[in-house]
């Protein structure tokens, strides 16, 4: 956890979280935030303080196809995005979330 990967002009690639699910990786570039929480443990909405040690981002990525328990309101108000992305399983023959 904690690891930053230097993308070049000023961009940065940092895992907030890592675990047997995946990981909870933050980009950022200038003012652009983009967290993806690519196979989250319910754990690391604890270690994350509930999205407030993460701030404000630009783009969030619902976790697990937007599942809700995956998703709390609470989480999703503390890091206030100003867009919301929600990816279709890829099973899912009727692109429903």
Not at 30 to 35: E, I, P, S, T, Y
Request: aromatic share 6%.
């Amino acid at each position: 956890m904690g690891q930053v990967l230097d993308l070049g002009e000023e961009a940065r690639l940092t895992v907030l979280a890592s675990g047997s699910r995946g990981a909870v990786i933050l980009v950022e570039w200038d003012r652009f935030r983009a967290l993806l929480p690519l196979g989250m443990n319910f754990e690391d909405f604890e270690a994350l303080d509930h999205g407030k040690d993460v701030g404000p981002v630009t783009a969030l990525s619902l976790a697990d196809h937007g599942y809700a328990p995956a998703n709390p309101l609470e989480w999703i108000a503390n890091l206030h995005p100003d867009l919301i992305l929600l990816c279709v399983s890829p099973g899912n023959r009727n692109e429903l979330p």
